[in-house]
């Protein structure tokens, strides 16, 4: 089982931007795909990004062309850069592997004011 530790969030207000991190244990990183899911109060966990152990991106339209997703492997550690920030984007994320796996990190709050 791998853990994740997310770091990165806050409060910024709409137009603005976070970058997130996301530190994972275990020596199987480099060949999990990875990816970024955040839940809204009241709603279900939506998936964000996703990338593959090869770098290759995939994003959910709600976010596309504002939310970079990226990885580097010798640090174990995933990313997620937001720009343009909506107060819909407003959510506890987390980051997991793709598919996910059973346990979850302690997730990280944005929160966008508009």
């Known amino acids: 089982q791998v853990q994740f530790v997310e770091s990165g969030g806050g409060l910024v207000q709409a137009g603005g931007s976070l970058r997130l991190s996301c530190v994972a244990s275990?020596?199987?990183?480099?060949?999990?795909?990875m990816a970024w899911y955040r839940q809204a109060p009241g709603k279900q966990r939506e998936l964000v990004a996703r990338?593959?152990?090869?770098?290759?991106?995939n994003y959910a339209y709600s976010v596309k062309g504002r939310f970079t997703i990226s990885r580097d492997n010798a640090k174990n550690t995933v990313y997620l850069q937001m720009n343009s920030l909506k107060p819909e984007d407003t959510a506890a994320y987390y980051c997991n592997t793709y598919p996910s796996q059973r346990d979850w990190g302690q997730g990280i709050q944005v929160t966008v004011s508009s």
């Open positions: 275990g020596r199987t990183f480099i060949f999990n795909a």
């Open positions: 990338i593959s152990s090869s770098g290759a991106t």
